[in-house]
C-alpha cells in the first residue's frame, strides 16, 4: 500500500485548506485512515481517522469542529478539510492506513504516506 498526501500549504491564520491522501491500492474500502501531524520538537499526533467502513470517525480535540475527515472510495481518497487554521497547526501533515480495523484511535497504522508542510501565518 502506497499513500500519497497532498494540499499543503501557507495558509494564513483563519484560513482553510483540503488534504488528500491518495491510496495505490484496489481493496482501498477495507482501509482505514488516519491523518496525524508533527510539528519541530513535538510528537506526532492523531487528529483524525475514519474507518474503513466510514462509519467511525474521530477527532482529536485540537481540532474537534474545525477539520472534518471524509473518504471516497471511488477515488481511491481520503480528505481532510481543515478551516479555521490556527499558527498552532504549523506541523507536517501525515496520512496512515490499517487494514479492516475499527481500531482507528491508536498511533499503530501498518502503512505512512510522506507528509505535506502545513504553514498557518498569524
Known amino acids: 500500500v502506497q499513500l500519497q498526501a497532498s494540499g499543503g500549504g501557507l495558509v494564513q491564520a483563519g484560513g482553510s485548506l483540503r488534504l488528500s491522501c491518495v491510496a495505490s491500492v484496489r481493496s482501498f474500502s477495507s482501509l482505514s485512515v488516519g491523518w496525524f501531524r508533527q510539528a519541530p520538537g513535538k510528537e506526532r499526533e492523531l487528529l483524525a481517522a475514519i474507518s474503513w467502513s466510514g462509519g467511525t470517525t474521530y477527532y482529536a480535540d485540537s481540532v474537534k469542529g474545525r477539520f472534518t475527515i471524509s473518504r471516497d472510495n471511488a477515488k481511491n481518497t481520503v480528505y481532510l478539510q481543515m478551516n479555521s487554521l490556527l499558527p498552532d497547526d504549523t506541523a507536517v501533515y501525515y496520512c496512515?492506513?490499517?487494514?479492516?480495523?475499527?481500531?482507528?484511535?491508536?498511533?499503530?497504522?501498518?502503512?505512512w504516506g510522506q507528509g505535506t508542510q502545513v504553514t498557518v501565518s498569524s
Open positions: 496512515a492506513a490499517k487494514w479492516f480495523s475499527a481500531e482507528i484511535v491508536t498511533t499503530q497504522y501498518d502503512y
